[in-house]
């Protein structure tokens, strides 16, 4: 039987999405200097979100309130997609593997979330 998480840290599905959003702000360091305070960060804001909403739901008490904020978790993920798909139809990146793991992250997120439900 596997261990209970005991901290938002122990959790694969946070895990995944911190590494991810380490990776969206290593790639968003090279998209041109005047998208700065477009793309950039509105990028780096919604994959951010991921991660601190799966965090913040870990501590709530409740499912629904668990729930509540992964859903939000899995719109900030949905949100970044098309960024991602925006930034290489601008040239800005290849970002098919970074879409390949948001997608990974999504289905992770589902997969917890219905086990919260059950």
Known sequence: MAEMAKSFRDLRVWNAAHEWVLE???VTTRFPREE???LTSQLRRAAVSVAANIAEGFGKRGA?????FYN???G?????E??????????????RSLIERQNAIGRMLTAYSRAIRQ
């Not at 629904?64 to 509540?68: A, F, M, T």
């Not at 900030?76 to 970044?80: F, I, K, Q």
């Not at 098309?82 to 970002?95: P, Q, R, S, V």
């Open 82 to 95: 098309y960024y991602l798909i925006l930034a290489a139809d601008l040239g800005y990146a290849e970002t």
């Open 24 to 26: 969206i702000y290593k």
């Open 76 to 80: 900030s993920l949905n949100e970044c």
């Open 64 to 68: 629904p309130d668990k729930l509540r």
């Open 36 to 38: 700065l305070f477009g």
């Open 72 to 74: 939000i978790a899995q």
